[in-house]
């Protein structure tokens, strides 16, 4: 069995506090961890990618939603405060974990940082979709954590359309092995909560990260040692997307789900 301790763990991130979360309660089981951070895709892209598959209007509305549910965040700020209190988290950088920054994670420079960190186990969380060239480059396993229940709510916001499909019960989360589908790899692990009446679509995310970064260290030390059960989840599958912002409305108004 290996040591874990020893073991090379590499995150694959675009930033931020839900990532900082899961990335610092990682790192006190890892010291090998590092990170490699990717920049934010730009919303032009975002949009352009979105028009194409889903109309015009419908990935402006999504883009609106984005703006309404930044406000959120910050009218979010007590709620979040309480998340990190209860469980024992911190969203803050720890200056001292290695950190490098690409354009992409699916960028040469990405794939030479991986190759020089040669990991023993990577895990994704809030980053691009690995793009097959860089999935056939990597030796070791990839585990990604998802903020939703595959396969009926992959994508984005999968706690969110939980709550508005009437399904309370499919409000968590799924660390799942990656493949070259968006959230369609087997399942390692899934946890699931209730909200408070306090939580929002703007601290639904950090909810989950936080909740499931305390079982993250054993489950990747499962994955390292090779006892981690996979699963293929079952039933419908559905891919996900931000909310347009009269969807979001609605559904805060009429149903108290924002």
């Not at 610092?24 to 990618?49: C, M, Q, T």
């Not at 499909?165 to 699931?192: N, S, W």
Request: proline share 7%.
């Amino acid at each position: 069995m290996q040591d874990t301790r020893q073991a090379r763990l590499l995150v694959l991130t675009a930033g931020g506090p839900n990532p900082q979360v899961m990335i610092n309660a990682l790192a006190a089981h890892f010291p090998n961890l590092a990170v490699i951070e990717e920049d934010y895709e730009p919303k032009s892209a975002i949009l352009r990618r979105r028009a194409r598959r889903l109309g015009l209007a419908v990935a402006l509305g999504q883009l609106a939603t984005m703006v309404v549910s930044r406000l959120g965040k910050r009218l979010a700020i007590r709620r979040s405060r309480e998340i990190l209190a209860q469980y024992g988290v911190s969203a803050e950088r720890d200056p001292l974990l290695p950190v490098t920054r690409v354009a992409s994670v699916n960028e040469a420079a990405a794939h030479q940082a991986i190759a020089r960190y040669a990991p023993d186990l990577i895990l994704t969380i809030s980053c691009r979709l690995l793009t097959r060239q860089t999935l056939d480059m990597i030796a070791c396993p990839v585990v990604n954590f998802h903020a939703g229940i595959n396969p009926a709510y992959r994508g984005q916001m999968g706690a969110y359309w939980a709550l508005v499909d009437e399904e309370p019960e499919q409000f968590g989360a799924t660390f799942h092995l990656v493949d070259a589908g968006t959230d369609t790899g087997a399942t390692l692990a899934e946890i699931r909560l209730a909200p408070s009446r306090d939580d929002t679509i703007a601290t639904y995310p950090l909810l989950l990260t936080a909740a499931a970064s305390q079982m993250a260290p054993d489950l990747l030390r499962d994955v390292l040692n090779g006892t981690a059960q996979a699963s293929v989840p079952e039933g419908r599958s559905v891919l996900r997307f931000p909310p347009p912002v009269w969807t979001y409305l609605y559904h805060g108004l009429a149903r108290r789900i924002w």
